[in-house]
């Protein structure tokens, strides 16, 4: 068995090295290349203020990207007997180099090692959920603005209530987006703040140079306050996860609202056979699974927050083993967001729209404001207007005029698609994507 880091004159029973390391093994196998970097700026940063040679930072530098290489080929394991991602890759530089791999955890503690390791790979996985909200959102506006002539009922209490479009219908899930963008740039912006340097959650009495690894590493600023720092490990977790679970909402509510409208009793919408699934026994059935499986998924999602507010909010501040349970439902969740994304975009865009659902006399109530609102516009009091037009309804006299003109800001005549596209560019161009590329390119490939 391997021995630990901590390691002194004895050592943890089988049952408690089990419980304590937990699913550590796999869950830092996420953070393993986040690690390396984080240490490939600790390294040179120490050796900037004389705690390791010239030489030494070269080797350990060399080493440390062969074992990147190592990761990113999916050769990395943590080992039976190691605790985790830091313990692992420590460990290989010693097997490796010899001694000069114990002198890399000078003046850092495993504690600001996951802090930064999880902000490394959060920053990635948000641009990642970034990039992949504008293609659903520019899928979106292209289906809004492809269908921005065909009507479809709108409804309120699940009862028709007025003329609304699909350009209405899937250019309001775009919008949406860009609130959500804003959530995930706060969280992106939270994230993008080193806190390496805090050590155990008290710093160091080391002359660290703590400007120097946030330049390396591209980050914005530092958490600067080394007790703040560790209070950020799950902040920065539920943070993230707001903005995540705000996505997952929209979604969520795009996909009930799609299974509803595919359904027979609506059919305002098709999927392509391909696009659907079938019974073991009903042969004619054509299922949208896709949208109920996001559905589920991100009203699953939606709970992230929650899951991680119920470990982190009542421990004190400074660092507590509770905070590692947080990695077994912030990790996975990412990929869960981003498959549900990529589905959403790919199904979107094969969806079919109903041109003649107006056909159906069951909608043609939904005319019922826009007469009320001719008769106003020709002079009649509204109240009057409102009074006529229901007395002529419950006559059995009302012939509705399938037309409508709405031109104001938002509404069905005048989409305002490429004001909202504005307000997502400008959104974007609030990320800094290219500046921590060059950083992380810089540190990596060493030029
Ligand atoms: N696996 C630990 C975590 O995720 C790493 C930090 C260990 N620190 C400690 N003081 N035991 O929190």
């Given at each position: 068995m391997a021995t630990k880091l901590w390691e002194k004159n004895f050592t943890p029973t089988a049952e408690i090295e089990r419980f304590t390391v937990g699913r550590d093994r796999e869950l830092d196998t996420y953070l393993a290349e986040s690690d390396v970097m984080g240490s490939m700026a600790h390294i040179t940063m120490l050796e900037s203020i004389g705690l390791l040679t010239a030489d030494e930072l070269k080797l350990l530098l060399a080493e440390l990207r062969n074992i990147l290489q190592e990761i990113r080929q999916g050769q990395f394991v943590i080992e039976?007997?190691?605790?985790?991602v830091h313990s692992e890759v420590e460990l290989l530089l010693t097997r490796r180099l010899g001694d000069v791999g114990k002198k890399i955890h000078s003046g850092r503690s495993r504690n600001d090692q996951v802090l930064v390791d999880l902000k490394l790979w959060t920053r990635r996985q948000l641009r990642e959920v970034v990039e992949l909200v504008k293609v659903l959102f520019d899928e979106l506006q292209a289906q809004s603005e492809k269908y921005k002539n065909v009507l479809m009922p709108g409804y309120t209490h699940l009862q028709v209530a007025m003329p609304s479009s699909f350009g209405l219908w899937f250019g309001a899930y775009a919008e949406s987006l860009t609130d959500d963008m804003l959530f995930l740039q706060a969280a992106y912006k939270m994230v993008n703040r080193n806190p390496l340097g805090s050590a155990a959650g008290y710093g160091s009495s080391f002359p660290l140079n703590r400007q120097m690894t946030t330049d390396l590493l591209g980050f914005d600023s530092m958490d600067y306050n080394v007790v703040y720092a560790q209070m950020g490990r799950g902040k920065m977790e539920r943070n993230v996860a707001f903005a995540l679970a705000s996505v997952a909402g929209t979604i969520a509510k795009l996909a009930f609202d799609a299974c509803l409208f595919n359904s027979q009793n609506f059919a305002f919408v098709k999927l392509p056979n391909e696009c659907t699934t079938g019974s073991s026994i009903m042969p004619h059935k054509k299922n949208p699974d896709v949208f109920e499986l996001t559905r589920a998924k991100c009203n699953k999602l939606q709970a992230l927050p929650q899951q991680i507010m119920l470990i982190m909010n009542n421990l004190p501040s400074g660092y507590f083993r509770d905070l590692q349970i947080i990695k077994e439902v912030f990790l996975p969740a990412f990929a869960e967001l981003k498959d549900c994304l990529q589905m959403t975009a790919y199904i979107i865009n094969k969806m079919q729209v109903n041109d003649h659902i107006l056909d159906d006399p069951r909608y043609d109530l939904m005319f019922s404001v826009e007469e009320v609102n001719r008769l106003a516009a020709n002079g009649m009091p509204f109240r009057d207007a409102y009074k006529k037009v229901g007395l002529d309804i419950e006559a059995g006299q009302f012939t509705p005029v399938k037309e409508v003109h709405h031109t104001h800001e938002g509404s069905i005549g005048n989409l305002c698609t490429a004001e909202v596209a504005t307000l997502m560019d400008n959104v974007l161009n609030g990320f800094s994507f290219e500046k921590v590329e060059e950083a992380e390119r810089k540190l990596t490939m060493g030029s």
């Open positions: 039976e007997g190691v605790e985790d």
